[in-house]
């Protein structure tokens, strides 16, 4: 009877209440399965054990049966005879003999039924097992994906992380300072020289110049043939 109850519990066990109340959800899985296998290995076990006595009993219900037969003929042997005496001392063992074949049949019923419960209750563990192996893969998957997170989170908090960060920054500067002295060279290396949008710019300045030159020319030249009339006059 111990192994059918603790069967029955672990049928009837709640997987969900058990790892919500549980401080370790992957150590509670891991001791599910393991107590269902050696669970399942017990009744397998007792399986094996009760199909090897209803195989004995089997065989003394086949010799019972052949002393029955034995036992009749004995009985008709001796009536044969005229002993009576005998043939009811032989029908009495034929009669003990027959009695003990039926409470043999009657226990191989009985071992019948056990064997019937032992094949339902493996069925059940067996799932009960498959489901806590699945539950145990997904527990083990959510719990190493918690720990990246947490290693992750971990990491980005540390100031490690910062110190790395600020090396970055250094090195950006760094960049900065370095295109900035190619910048300042190439500045130099003109040897005075204007670009080319430079000296157009020039160009323009000078053309407005020269302009400028020449209205003042214009109105100068204006203003002495207007004093030569004068004189003439």
Wanted: negative net charge.
């Amino acid at each position: 009877m111990g192994i059918f109850s603790r069967t029955r519990d672990i049928i009837a066990a709640n997987f969900n209440d058990m790892l919500d109340k549980a401080d370790d959800p992957a150590k509670m899985i891991r001791m599910i399965i393991l107590e269902m296998e050696e669970t399942l290995v017990e009744v397998r076990a007792s399986a094996a054990r009760t199909i090897a006595d209803q195989k004995e009993m089997h065989r003394h219900t086949v010799k019972l049966e052949r002393l029955q037969a034995d036992w009749a003929e004995k009985a008709q042997l001796a009536l044969s005879k005229d002993r009576e005496d005998l043939a009811r001392a032989a029908l009495v063992e034929k009669k003990k003999a027959a009695d003990m074949a039926e409470q043999l049949k009657q226990e191989i019923a009985v071992l019948d039924d056990a064997l019937r419960a032992y094949e339902q209750d493996i069925a059940k563990l067996q799932h009960r097992l498959r489901e806590a192996r699945s539950r145990q893969t997904a527990i083990a998957a959510r719990l190493e994906s918690a720990e990246n997170r947490v290693k992750l989170r971990t990491l980005m908090s540390t100031e490690r992380t910062d110190e790395a960060l600020s090396r970055f920054d250094q090195l950006e500067r760094r960049v900065d300072y370095a295109e900035g002295r190619a910048d300042a060279l190439s500045l130099s290396d003109d040897s005075g020289q204007l670009s080319l949008a430079d000296e157009i710019a020039a160009l323009e300045g000078s053309d407005k110049v020269d302009e400028e030159l020449e209205a003042m020319k214009r109105a100068l030249g204006k203003k002495a043939g207007g004093s030569d009339a004068g004189k003439e006059d």
